[in-house]
């Protein structure tokens, strides 16, 4: 039987990180993972979506040449989508490779397999049997595939996708129908109407983007639907047959058909490797305090099995402040001030408090705008949709909200992050100085506006 300080069952954003920082500390970890690090992150989320939209937005600007004193005839260049899945496959393997490199570096153990926690201290991976003091649990999350009739049928026949199928086509569809306006259904409608697919989304809620500021969301409801992307809300899937989705709207039944279905509807925590713990749960997953310690003292809980923020940096930071912990450290987990982006044309970044939020916790606030158009990069770039929007608390228009639709807005909003975790004002910000030309230069231009009125405006 192998002995390890710590155990870390997933080897995903969370689980890898964790364990690059317990070697560095001079533990002996070891991290189960049944495929491959790095996790849905690295290899079906957030690194292969993004380095899709990369050549979706390449493609985008060469169908927009002209606006750039560009001739570029418009039956001269075409989306080579097999090449644009290998380049997505190519990065992929550069970076698993690179945590693996890392993990072995630190001196972690890396062991192949399906990690059953048998109890506190122990996990049994096939016929063996681990030793364990510490347990972290980063077993990450898996697509919700509601029962719709048919969609099991549908999936087994490759018709109905899930975000990891839909990364290995071989040839770009026609149409697309992606049930669920959510984060990573919006994503996906960017890369593939931008290519050329016919996209529909199909939303059961009153709204798309429903966690995102309503200004925001309604502007690039706007834009989306602009683009090309048909988007149906209050509609729910009533069932899919070979190659058609049927949906129900107002009392009416419609029937659409397509080429393909993407399943986008949301995640669920995975908790079928640890289920002998009857740990105690959350509604949206496993029940962690502030140092990620889950109900047995020993046992950590990080990333998407919490059900918390289900995104990357936060199950990453998570691993850190489990880690600390276990070595008499005193992080704890704030998730009052953490950022999340949607990489879409153009992109959408928060962090902090939505003005709905304010106003829903009875916080006398005021609220200032800049647009896009007015930044002299942004036009420069011809990326002119969108808005900083900050939110102040009154009397001390001390930050406690930034979003911001923008090219760049999910580089921008780490300002904003800084800002809201260090109590800054909104004179604090307009007196940063800001480099010229950026569009960080709105950051500035909007905290003006909390004071008195912009500048470029």
């Known amino acids: 039987m192998q002995s390890f300080d710590i155990v870390i069952v997933g080897g995903g954003p969370g689980g890898y990180v964790a364990a690059i920082k317990a070697g560095q500390l001079g533990y002996k970890v070891a991290v189960i993972e049944r495929e491959n690090v790095g996790g849905v992150c690295l290899n079906w989320g957030c ?61 972690a153990t890396l062991i192949k397999g399906f990690g059953e926690v048998v109890d506190a201290n122990h996990v049994k991976v096939g016929e063996e049997h681990i030793e364990a003091k510490f347990i972290i649990l980063a077993t990450g999350a898996s697509v919700i595939m509601p029962p719709i009739p048919g969609l099991q049928e549908g999936f087994d026949a490759g018709f109905v996708l899930t975000s990891k199928e839909i990364l290995d086509l071989k040839a770009l569809p026609t149409s697309l129908v992606i049930v669920g306006g959510g ?7 960017t890369i593939f109407s931008s290519l050329g697919t016919k996209v529909t989304v199909i939303e059961k809620q009153p709204t798309i983007l429903s966690s995102v500021d309503e200004e925001i969301r309604g502007l690039f409801f706007k834009k989306i639907t602009k683009d090309g992307v048909q988007i149906i809300t209050n509609a729910t899937v009533s069932s899919i047959g ?51 310690q889950t109900s047995l003292s020993n046992v950590y809980a990080i990333g998407d099995v919490t059900g918390k923020f289900m995104l990357a940096h936060v199950a990453s930071h998570a691993g850190l402040v489990a880690i600390d912990h276990i070595h008499g450290g005193h992080a704890v987990m704030d998730y009052r001030t953490i950022p999340s982006g949607i990489y879409t044309f153009p992109q959408i970044a ?52 930034v979003h911001i639709m923008a090219s760049s807005a999910t580089e921008m909003i780490t300002e904003a992050t800084l800002a809201i975790n260090l109590e800054a004002t909104a004179e604090e910000l307009v007196h940063t100085i800001h480099p010229h030309p950026t569009l960080a230069e709105m950051m500035m231009e909007a905290a003006h506006g909390i004071i008195d009125k912009p500048i470029h405006i």
């Open 183 to 189: 984060v990573i259904g919006l994503e996906f409608a």
């Open 242 to 292: 070979q190659g058609t989705v049927t949906y129900e709207l107002d009392g009416k039944t419609t029937e659409v058909k397509v080429d393909k279905v993407l399943m986008a509807v949301g995640m669920k925590p995975n908790t079928k490797s640890f289920a002998s713990l009857n740990l105690a749960m959350e509604k949206t997953g496993v029940q962690v305090n502030e140092r990620m």
């Open 350 to 401: 928060m962090v902090g408090l939505t003005e709905q939020d304010a106003k829903a916790q009875g916080i006398d606030y005021k609220v200032s705008t800049f647009p896009v158009m007015a930044n002299g990069k942004a036009m420069g770039e011809n990326e002119k949709d969108g808005l900083v929007k900050i939110i102040v608390s009154k009397p001390y228009n001390e930050i406690i909200g």
């Open 47 to 107: 690194i292969p979506t993004k380095t899709l939209l990369k050549s979706a937005k390449v493609f985008e600007q060469f169908k927009h040449a002209k606006d750039y004193g560009i001739d570029v005839k418009p039956d001269s260049f075409s989306a080579n989508f097999p090449d644009m899945i290998k380049r997505k496959d190519s990065v992929v393997r550069r970076l698993t490779g690179g945590v693996a490199a890392l993990l072995k570096k630190n001196g």
